[in-house]
């Protein structure tokens, strides 16, 4: 057992540790070429926090490391394969939107196909939503395709916007991969953990670079397009983890995994709706931007919302230990949004001075620094999400 349990760590250390130096070093090749190629985000919107010109690399880097690695070090199996082209595909198109700032329908299209490509080439879907009804085994049937799809796309715009802070994106993505592994190992399913396990390298390698430090006051290289695909990377290992038949995980504990986000996508959709904008209409109301503008630090954000993640994906999976029905998951997720909702009916500004890029991006500055600085003039020019 002890021999076994070294040879397992030994593994997970391969495994993890190639994508992170992978990664790392193909941030730090690529972000002299992002520079040439104008694959820069500038602080010229209102919207943006940041001060400083910074490479879009993170995605490039994170994808193409995890293909390398997965090829390399895990067995090609379909599902995998339907990853790697899903994510090559919304790489490609992610990268023209960073450098010409395609129309967020062409976005959508982009990733209904990357899901339609999970299903079809990969056969990753959602085909049972457990008991959630009251009832045992429920399948979708002829709705499998449509529930896919539209999970896929919610999860990936769930972690697309919450790409607003430096390390948010890809902390929260670095949580749900982590407690996703926790429960394909509780499950027995140790080719999904393998495949988790690399995931999380990828991930903790950008996070080096887009995470703040003493010795990093800022993030050096950001997502760009590429969190896009973090998200898709979430929906296809959910999609593994729950829908496997011989290690099956509930469905119900999905969403608890990667609840912050989600619910905040969630009530941004419905608030644009009733406000007559498209869902993908941008704005400063996010709930990092609301936290900007209580006077909390990048990090703290940071912290604050991965712990509560954390929080909420632990009681999720102890409830369910405890044979709560099933039913009563997408009661208490319905009910965390709708509170949600209601707590922030206040809406913030457009787009607040904390966001703005006029606030230098660095609140760990002094309140009185702050306040010293000019208000942001209100913009009215409509934006999009994507």
């Given at each position: 057992?002890?021999?076994?349990?070294l040879?397992?760590t030994?593994?997970?250390?391969?495994?993890?540790?190639a994508?992170?130096?992978a990664?790392?070093?193909?941030?730090?090749?690529?972000?002299?070429l992002?520079?040439?190629?104008?694959?820069?985000?500038?602080?010229?919107?209102?919207?943006?926090?940041?001060?400083?010109?910074?490479?879009?690399?993170?995605?490039?880097?994170?994808?193409?490391?995890?293909?390398?690695?997965?090829?390399?070090?895990?067995?090609?199996?379909?599902?995998?394969?339907?990853?790697?082209?899903?994510?090559?595909?919304?790489?490609?198109?992610?990268?023209?939107?960073?450098?010409?700032?395609?129309?967020?329908?062409?976005r959508?299209?982009?990733?209904?196909?990357?899901?339609?490509?999970?299903?079809?080439?990969?056969?990753?879907?959602?085909?049972?939503?457990?008991?959630?009804?009251?009832?045992?085994?429920?399948?979708?049937?002829?709705?499998s395709l449509?529930?896919?799809?539209?999970?896929?796309?919610?999860?990936?715009?769930?972690?697309?916007?919450?790409?607003?802070?430096?390390?948010l994106?890809?902390?929260?993505?670095?949580?749900?991969?982590?407690?996703?592994?926790?429960?394909?190992?509780?499950?027995?399913?140790?080719?999904?953990?393998?495949?988790?396990?690399?995931?999380?390298?990828?991930v903790?390698?950008?996070?080096?670079?887009?995470?703040?430090?003493?010795w990093q006051?800022?993030?050096?290289?950001?997502?760009?397009?590429?969190?896009?695909?973090?998200?898709?990377?979430?929906?296809?290992?959910?999609?593994?983890?729950?829908?496997?038949?011989?290690?099956?995980?509930?469905?119900?504990?999905?969403?608890?995994l990667?609840?912050?986000?989600?619910?905040?996508?969630?009530?941004?959709?419905?608030?644009?709706?009733?406000?007559?904008?498209s869902?993908?209409?941008?704005?400063?109301?996010?709930?990092?931007?609301?936290?900007?503008?209580?006077?909390?630090?990048?990090?703290?954000?940071?912290?604050?919302?991965?712990?509560?993640?954390?929080?909420?994906?632990?009681?999720?999976?102890?409830?369910?230990?405890?044979?709560?029905?099933?039913?009563?998951?997408?009661?208490?997720?319905?009910?965390?949004?709708?509170?949600?909702?209601?707590?922030?009916?206040?809406?913030?500004?457009?787009f607040?001075?904390?966001?703005?890029?006029?606030?230098?991006?660095?609140?760990?500055?002094?309140a009185?620094?702050?306040?010293s600085e000019?208000?942001?003039?209100?913009?009215?020019?409509?934006?999009?999400?994507?």
């Amino acid at each position: 057992m002890h021999e076994a349990w070294l040879q397992l760590t030994r593994e997970g250390f391969l495994i993890a540790g190639a994508p992170f130096l992978a990664t790392v070093f193909l941030i730090m090749l690529l972000r002299p070429l992002a520079v040439r190629l104008q694959l820069v985000d500038h602080p010229s919107s209102a919207r943006k926090i940041h001060s400083d010109p910074t490479p879009r690399v993170g995605g490039a880097a994170t994808t193409l490391a995890g293909l390398a690695c997965g090829a390399c070090l895990l067995p090609w199996t379909p599902d995998l394969k339907a990853l790697a082209v899903a994510s090559l595909l919304m790489l490609v198109v992610g990268t023209l939107d960073d450098r010409y700032d395609l129309n967020w329908r062409i976005r959508i299209i982009a990733q209904t196909a990357a899901a339609l490509i999970l299903f079809l080439l990969g056969g990753v879907k959602v085909e049972s939503i457990g008991n959630v009804l009251g009832f045992p085994g429920h399948q979708l049937g002829v709705l499998s395709l449509p529930f896919t799809v539209l999970a896929t796309v919610g999860v990936t715009n769930a972690v697309n916007w919450a790409d607003g802070v430096d390390g948010l994106a890809g902390s929260l993505t670095l949580a749900a991969l982590a407690m996703l592994t926790a429960a394909a190992i509780y499950a027995g399913n140790t080719p999904l953990v393998s495949d988790l396990v690399l995931m999380g390298g990828c991930v903790a390698g950008f996070l080096a670079f887009n995470l703040r430090f003493p010795w990093q006051r800022r993030a050096s290289a950001f997502l760009g397009g590429g969190a896009e695909i973090l998200g898709l990377w979430i929906a296809w290992a959910a999609f593994r983890l729950t829908q496997t038949p011989g290690h099956p995980v509930t469905p119900v504990l999905a969403p608890f995994l990667i609840a912050p986000p989600v619910i905040d996508c969630l009530v941004l959709i419905v608030r644009r709706l009733r406000a007559g904008h498209s869902p993908f209409y941008a704005d400063g109301d996010h709930l990092h931007h609301r936290l900007l503008k209580l006077g909390m630090s990048h990090t703290g954000i940071v912290a604050a919302l991965t712990g509560l993640s954390f929080a909420i994906g632990f009681a999720a999976a102890t409830a369910r230990r405890a044979h709560v029905p099933e039913p009563v998951f997408p009661a208490v997720f319905l009910a965390a949004t709708v509170g949600y909702l209601l707590a922030t009916r206040k809406r913030t500004d457009p787009f607040p001075e904390a966001a703005a890029r006029g606030a230098k991006a660095d609140l760990g500055r002094s309140a009185a620094e702050r306040a010293s600085e000019p208000a942001l003039a209100k913009v009215t020019v409509e934006r999009t999400e994507l």
